[in-house]
């Protein structure tokens, strides 16, 4: 199941866009039927809020993850966390890397998903794995390689 919540920000296309997004990205990777994922796109004063609040980082961000690691909600769904992404951010990063707003938005959505599914990029070799990984969801979504 996915959830998706919207500030004005943002208009219901976008919002669809991330669910097929989501569906898409969940149907190349190990996913089973009963996972569950909650998405927020918001803007940069409420994502800076809750950087501030579960990262100590006082600053603006494209996406955060926060992993429920499986746990088991009421309904008996995995829990696979939340994704919060600012449009803000988004539109600024893809006018300065000369993206697809829409390719941007899929990216740090996969990059997002791939968090809660365990992915991290703190290290150089994990960082690649990441990647590969991204490029490859995004490929078979019809999106370009963002890294180049």
Same mark, same amino acid.
């Given at each position: ?11 219901? $296309?976008?919002s669809?866009? @991330? ?13 089973? %039927?009963?996972?569950e994922? #909650? @998405? ?6 409420e ?9 100590? @980082? ?6 955060? #993850?926060?992993?429920?690691?499986? &746990? ?5 769904? &995995? ?7 600012? &449009? ?8 300065? &890397?000369?993206?697809d707003? %829409? ?6 959505? @996969? ?11 703190? $290290?150089?070799?994990?960082? $690649?794995i990441?990647?590969?990984? $991204? ?14």
């Amino acid at each position: 199941m996915i959830d998706i919540s919207l500030t004005d920000d943002w208009s219901k $296309e976008e919002s669809l866009l @991330v669910k097929n997004i989501l569906i898409g990205a969940l149907d190349n990777l190990e996913n089973q %039927d009963n996972e569950e994922i #909650s @998405v927020l796109l918001t803007n940069d004063y409420e994502i800076r809020k809750l950087n501030k609040k579960y990262r100590n @980082v006082n600053k603006t961000t494209n996406v955060l #993850s926060f992993p429920m690691n499986n &746990k088991i909600n009421n309904l008996g769904n &995995k829990m696979l966390g939340d994704i919060v992404i600012s &449009k803000d951010t988004l539109l600024k990063e893809s006018k300065e &890397k000369k993206k697809d707003l %829409d390719a941007y938005i899929a990216h740090m959505i @996969v990059h997002g998903l791939l968090h809660l599914k365990g992915y991290e990029h703190q $290290e150089k070799a994990d960082a $690649e794995i990441m990647e590969n990984r $991204e490029i490859m969801i995004l490929k078979r979504l019809g999106f370009p390689n963002p890294y180049i």
